[in-house]
Nanobody, 122 residues
Framework: QVQLVESGGGLVQAGGSLRLSCAAS?????MGWFRQAPGKEREFVAA?????????YYADSVKGRFTISRDNAKNTVNLQMNSLRPEDTAVYYC?????????????????WGQGTQVTVSS
């Protein structure tokens, strides 16, 4: 069992930046971030593999604005969010999976954090 603890959420004005961090109690191949806004389904944000190349995968809505990175030695994953928009407001969840797939599908992730709130004001 891998436990995930997120940090770094908060309130920011549109155009601002936030950095989310997630600490994992164990190792996993893929780590990612999902988000869920009120009244909406959970959606994929970004993922990164454990491979030497650190392959990444982004949702189109955040590509060019968000950057995911991980430190395999520390079992941590970060999400740098720039040029934030009000529509980025959501609870952000860290996820980790044993799958070797770099995937945007929530069902492939085995472990989930408790979530951290990100609010972007206009």
């Amino acid at each position: 069992q891998v436990q995930l603890v997120e940090s770094g959420g908060g309130l920011v004005q549109a155009g601002g930046s936030l950095r989310l961090s997630c600490a994992a109690s164990g190792d996993s191949f893929v780590m990612g971030w999902f988000r869920q806004a009120p009244g909406k389904e959970r959606e994929f944000v970004a993922a990164v593999s454990r491979s030497a190349t650190g392959s990444t995968y982004y949702a189109d809505s955040v590509k060019g604005r968000f950057t995911i990175s991980r430190d395999n030695a520390k079992n941590t994953v970060n999400l740098q969010m720039n040029s934030l928009r009000p529509e980025d407001t959501a609870v952000y969840y860290c996820a980790a999976g044993r799958t070797s797939r770099l995937t945007n599908r929530a069902e492939w992730y085995d472990y989930w954090g408790q979530g951290t709130q990100v609010t972007v004001s206009s």
